[in-house]
């Protein structure tokens, strides 16, 4: 797969590095930014001997341009120009080259192209996302939208290469191994604090994710704890840094609604990965640690594992993914709600009565070994069907039952076309197991 290994390997767009960055300089390749006066700065696109034409540079080089000037305080409304004869003159070719590889067979150049394509929108989403946007107004009376040093939304958005395909997966609050063909094991790594979810973490769960879902050699990944327990929840220097009560209730909500977006991101992060989420969930999964495992395709449990949905405890809803997820995953209103209220413990035998596990193991080496054994045997299967399920199982969740039944034909048009089909056929033949290629 000539494109995904190229948006996966090479530094393109696809590597995103400083996605969402704070930046102190704005140095770019392909694009030029200035402050051109109080609170106002241009940005130009800036390959004017290429009439402005959109390389593979230029598609990363946005998003982190307009994600880090969305959070720079000095910045209130942004200017977008091109160098040069032209504004822009489109993508640049090279980029529609790398789109077609007529020796891939369709459903895998199919998918490919969704990621490219998928990745190609949220360059420009970014720019309509962004807090500064461009309304002709006169600021110089105005306070500044001011964060403090301490602010959240400095460290939590700094996301260094955010989105990056990496040749090793390293990581100050993760620990990634390959345990098996095609699988790939994240472990939350902050034992000797539970796990909780600090700063660090929460920009490398999407960074993580983000790498593996584009990695043709992963199918199938797990998330598990180490130490005690799989998660106690958001780490409380977290926590302390979105409070500042020298700063005036607006200024200090925009930036309290910049750092839940991302705190929200992360976890989305786990649920948009194209492979499979395995939660292998042993001790204490507590309040974000909910959310988490919320976002993840299939929960397993050791006998020892309680749960908590903690955040009415510490004087707040929950608002990462739990109160959005949990519902749909238990489907007892009455129960969730009843959860969601008294914050009481669950333990693992209650969470497969309602649900939300499918199985409970008897302690976290048994658990582990099933977490395991589950994955290699997704991990067997068809990366096309696989892949297409997931997508398609998420969509319908959230659409209507006619809306979903047309996504899976739009969707089938390509993949019925996948040499898979013709695999899965001759080894059913053959009585052989299949042998797939990675996508």
Known sequence: MAFLQHITKCKNWRSLIGHGRMMSSYQFNTLQVEQTGDNVYHVQLNRPDKRNSIDDDMWKEIPQCFDSLGTDSSCRVIILSGAGKMFCSGIDLSVLAMLQDPNQEVARRAIAMRIGVKKFQDAFTSIEKQLCNGVPTTYNKMQKLAFTDR????????YPGHGRMMSSYQFNTLQVE???DNVYHVQLNRPDKRNSID??????IPQ????????????????SGAGKMFCSGIDLSVLAMLHDPNQEVARRAIAMRIAVKKFQDTFTSIEKCPKPVIASIHGGCIGAGIDMTSACDIRLCSQDAFF????????????????????????NDSLVR?????????????????????????D????????????TNIASKSPVAITGSKINMNYSRDHSVDEGLNYIANWNMSMLQSEDLMTSVQAAM????PKYKDL
């Open 364 to 375: 976290a080496k048994t658990l582990t070994d099933a977490s395991i054994k589950l994955a």
């Open 430 to 433: 053959t009585k052989t197991p």
């Open 151 to 158: 602010s959240l939304v400095f460290q939590i958005l700094s």
């Open 308 to 331: 908590s949905i903690k955040e009415v405890d510490m004087g707040l809803a929950a608002d990462v993914g739990t109160l959005q997820r949990f519902p749909k995953i238990v489907g």
């Open 199 to 204: 700063a660090d973490m929460w920009k490398e």
């Open 338 to 362: 009843e959860l969601v209220y008294t914050a009481r413990n669950f333990s693992a035998t209650e969470a497969k009565d309602i649900g939300f596990v499918s199985s409970v193991h008897a």
């Open 178 to 180: 390959q345990t098996g």
């Open 208 to 223: 993580c994710f983000d790498s593996l879902g584009t990695d043709s050699s992963c199918r199938v990944i797990i998330l």
